[in-house]
C-alpha cells in the first residue's frame, strides 16, 4: 500500500512540476506570425525581400545594423527612428515611424526579419519587448 501511495504522490508533484514550467519559447512560430506583422507594417518600405530601396529606405536583408543591436531594433519597431544611419555600407537618413504593436508583435516581426532574407539571429522574446519598453 506505502508502494502504491508514494507513486502516486511522485506522479501527482511531477505533474505539477510540469504545469509549473514556463515553456520555452516557439522560434519557428513566432517567425510564421511576423512574417504578417511584416507584411502589414514593414513591407511598403522594406519590400518584400528585405531589400529596401537603394537611398531611401534601407535593407533589412543581409543587414548589419539590424543585426548588430536586438535592444535597439526592438526600440526602432516601438519608437521609430531618426537621423543617420549606414546600413551595409551606405548611409540612409530617412526617418522611420513606430508603431503601435503589443510585446508579442514586436518580438514576431523581430524574428521573422532577423531569420528571413539572410539573416540568422537569435530569438527576440516578447519579455526582452516589454523589458526594454519599460
Do not use: W
Amino acid at each position: 500500500m506505502k508502494k502504491y501511495i508514494f507513486v502516486a504522490f511522485a506522479f501527482t508533484t511531477i505533474s505539477l512540476s510540469s504545469f509549473q514550467k514556463k515553456s520555452k519559447f516557439d522560434l519557428q512560430a513566432s517567425v510564421a506570425r511576423g512574417k504578417e506583422v511584416y507584411n502589414t507594417y514593414c513591407m511598403s518600405c522594406h519590400q518584400d525581400q528585405g531589400e529596401g530601396i537603394d537611398g531611401i529606405y534601407p535593407p533589412i536583408a543581409k543587414s548589419d545594423y539590424l543585426m548588430a543591436d536586438k535592444d535597439r531594433s526592438i526600440l526602432q519597431v516601438i519608437n521609430g527612428a531618426t537621423g543617420e544611419m549606414t546600413v551595409n555600407g551606405k548611409i540612409y537618413n530617412l526617418e522611420m515611424i513606430g508603431f503601435n504593436l503589443s510585446a508579442e508583435e514586436v518580438s514576431d516581426v523581430l524574428n521573422y526579419v532577423r531569420n528571413s532574407f539572410g539573416n540568422k539571429g537569435e530569438a527576440v522574446t516578447p519579455d526582452q519587448v516589454k523589458r526594454i519598453k519599460k
